[in-house]
């Protein structure tokens, strides 16, 4: 049965792998800063940046099956440098402008609607050079639990805390053969992510086979979240 799902975010990487998978099944609303990347897809594009637009739900549908936030960054830098600026440019992208779209959109999502959410490993697998983005993200796990508990039964909550994923966002920790190498060596399942990883977890957690399912952080992470092989 067709859903209508907006996606906030999904011009590139992970995003538009989802787009990829989703479109043509589903009545699929991307709002993003730009849709370069998305011609020939069978979606609607709504204009959007997150750090400066209003959500306009006038242009929207009355009602959604589905919603996915994915924009998203990654700041690596030592404590020592991270100035209280990075922090919260990490929180307004990731968390506050989050929360500012949700409190639009929920209203509008349907009796069984899925909201999916993006953490990352760090959460959940202290690592060093990731305490901004692991501040920002564990915010987003927190809320997600908050939120699948105030709104169940009617609408399920869950989040995909990935490790790195080969994606525009990414590519300068990827940049040659000796990174890719030393990168895929870290997981336990020696590689690192694709866009499809995680697109299939998301279009799994928009499923109607994922009714049971809600206020859970899965990680999609070749097994470094739990697994030390060392």
């Known amino acids: 049965m067709e859903k209508k799902i907006l996606m906030i975010g999904g011009s590139h990487g992970i995003g538009k792998s989802i787009v990829e998978e989703l479109q043509g099944e589903n009545e699929l609303h991307v709002a993003s800063r730009s849709n370069d990347g ?24 009355d009602q959604f099956d589905g919603f996915i936030y994915c ?10 440098m991270l100035k209280m600026e990075d ?9 506050f402008s989050l929360v500012k779209v949700l409190q639009d959109v929920m209203p509008k999502m349907a009796e069984g609607g899925s909201v999916v959410l993006f953490s990352t490993v760090a959460v959940g697998t202290g690592m060093p050079y990731h305490a901004s983005i692991a501040a920002a993200k564990g915010a987003i796990e927190g809320f997600a639990r908050a939120m699948a508990a105030e709104y169940a039964p009617k609408i ?29 060596d870290r997981h336990p399942l020696k590689r690192f992510g694709k866009p499809s990883d995680i697109a299939s977890m998301a279009t799994f957690l928009l499923s109607d086979n ?21």
């Not at 924009?71 to 020592?80: A, E, N, V």
């Not at 922090?87 to 968390?95: A, G, H, K, P, T």
């Open 38 to 61: 998305l011609e020939g897809f069978d979606i609607q594009y709504h204009k959007f940046d997150v750090l400066e637009d209003e959500l306009d739900t006038s242009s929207l549908p």
């Open 71 to 80: 924009p998203g960054s990654i700041t690596l830098k030592p404590f020592k």
């Open 87 to 95: 922090f919260r440019s990490e929180m307004e992208l990731n968390f």
């Open 156 to 184: 399920r909550v869950n989040v995909i805390a990935p490790s790195l994923v080969d994606t525009p966002l990414s590519s300068r920790l990827l940049s040659n053969e000796k990174k890719q190498e030393a990168m895929a």
């Open 210 to 230: 994922s009714s049971w399912m809600t206020g859970q952080t899965l990680g999609v992470d070749g097994g470094m979240g739990v697994l030390n092989l060392n």
